[in-house]
């Protein structure tokens, strides 16, 4: 079938790469030059019209198509220097060149260091865990090592990162939106079980860093990140088409403060044993420090809350998504063992904050009807126009897409973290 792809000139990277990764060929493009979303509807037409010809001109001829292919395996890269210490400088100034890194300086993934990352499980370094979204890559246990070697982990950290990649390519995670999306999503982990005290995973103060507190949580949530690159092939701007971007994208991973915690922990409530040691991703957009220092009663500190989640969405047209079929918008409440005594004590189960939160955390229809007028809007959304400026509508779909954490040490700050999709809690297998 003849095909044409329209693509405006920064996501054309992004169009190629979709292709190669589904095994498809590379279909040809007819190039706008500036993104849609900068110009005025005249504009618009008077762009698309200029690429009229190319788009003809690439559904009638006969056109070269290039098939699918894999890049040609490399022997063991070399690195040299007059110590060590410059040859390791060589092999990250060379890795980050290559697209490989995040930045931040990587320990060389040597053959003898990777063998001593794969003692960390039992399973064959060959076994492929999942087929990585977005660029479906094999992420094979070997792959895994490799990135965990080079984010700094410790063997014993190894079956920990395989369960997080596991649970992050789960569909109700929603990972191509989160590795793709213009918006800065990225996935945390929350760690939950035993493990916590035999890793050292920080669950109290400084949870989220920096820090020699919180250097297991850093390096674990660093791999997890490296793989989303480098098996998954989230690169910058060439999957990746985040904006402006965020350093929660480096690393976020915490444990759940258990000891502290006067509810059921996360993975109880999630249908795993106590004993069971889990990891937990939600798939965040943007983290907001939820202070209050002063509340007394449950009334009042949820009100606080109720209002930050009233705030925390950035765009009028994300408040639509949570009433649309096929999209999910679920929310994490991060509350520090403080906050979390004052609601336990006055009686208040996670189940009633949640219901709360449900009942109370809505917006006026009047903030997002100009939304819905405009073009492109989701047809299922167009009934609302008939609804009372003042109708409340819900941020999220059921009372259960608040989900509740206690994580921190002391001091009257929480955090609320909206969503882009659903949690998702696999077992550490180790």
């Not at 990277?13 to 493009?29: D, G, I, K, V, Y």
């Not at 989230?234 to 480096?250: C, E, H, L, V």
């Not at 915490?254 to 509810?263: A, S």
């Not at 882009?420 to 550490?428: D, F, Q």
Request: proline content about 8%; some cysteine; charged content about 20%.
């Amino acid at each position: 079938m003849p095909t044409v792809g329209i693509v405006t000139r920064r996501f054309g990277t992004l169009f190629e790469s979709r292709q190669r990764s589904m095994a498809r060929e590379t279909f040809p493009m007819a190039i706008v030059e500036p993104t849609i979303t900068e110009l005025t509807p005249e504009q618009a037409r008077e762009v698309v019209t200029g690429v009229i010809d190319d788009i003809v001109r690439a559904l009638t001829r006969p056109q070269a198509v290039t098939p699918p292919g894999r890049a040609a395996a490399e022997d063991l890269l070399r690195y040299e220097g007059r110590d060590l210490l410059q040859a390791e400088r060589v092999l990250n100034t060379d890795f980050l060149d290559r697209g490989w890194g995040d930045g931040f300086p990587l320990l060389p993934p040597t053959p003898e260091a990777v063998e001593e990352m794969l003692s960390g499980t039992s399973r064959n370094r060959n076994e492929v865990v999942t087929v990585l979204e977005p660029g479906r890559g094999l992420a094979t246990v070997e792959k895994i090592a490799i990135n965990c070697v080079m984010a700094g982990c410790r063997p014993e950290h190894l079956p920990v990162v395989i369960a997080a990649v596991e649970a992050i390519n789960a569909p109700e995670f929603n990972l191509p939106l989160i590795a793709q999306s213009t918006g800065p999503h990225a996935p945390l982990l929350i760690i939950n079980g035993p493990i916590r005290q035999e890793l050292g995973i920080n669950c109290g103060g400084c949870a989220l860093g920096p820090g020699a507190p919180s250097r297991v949580n850093t390096v674990i949530g660093r791999a997890v990140r490296l793989i989303m690159m480098n098996v998954g092939l989230a690169y910058p701007n060439i999957m990746d088409m985040d904006t402006i971007g965020s350093p929660n994208k480096y690393s976020m991973c915490v444990g759940e403060n258990e000891e502290r915690n006067p509810w059921e922990p996360l993975h109880v409530q999630r249908g795993f044993p106590r004993e069971a040691d889990t990891v937990t991703v939600f798939p965040g957009t943007s983290l907001s420090d939820v202070a209050d220092v002063v509340s007394c009663t449950a009334e009042d500190l949820l009100y606080t809350f109720i209002h930050n989640a009233n705030d925390s969405t950035s765009t009028a047209w994300s408040w639509t998504l949570p009433v649309a079929p096929g999209w999910n918008r679920d929310a994490l409440i991060l509350f520090c063992p403080e906050h979390a005594r004052v609601l336990a004590d006055a009686g208040w189960t996670k189940q009633d904050i949640q219901e709360r939160m449900f009942e109370k955390a809505r917006i006026p229809l009047r903030c997002i009807k100009q939304q819905l007028l405009r073009p492109g809007k989701l047809p299922v959304l167009m009934h609302l126009l008939d609804e009372p400026d003042d109708t409340l509508v819900q941020i999220v779909r059921e009372p259960e897409d608040f989900h509740i954490v206690v994580v921190g040490g002391s001091g009257a700050k929480s955090a609320y973290i909206d969503g882009m999709g659903e949690p998702v809690t696999r077992e550490i297998r180790k």
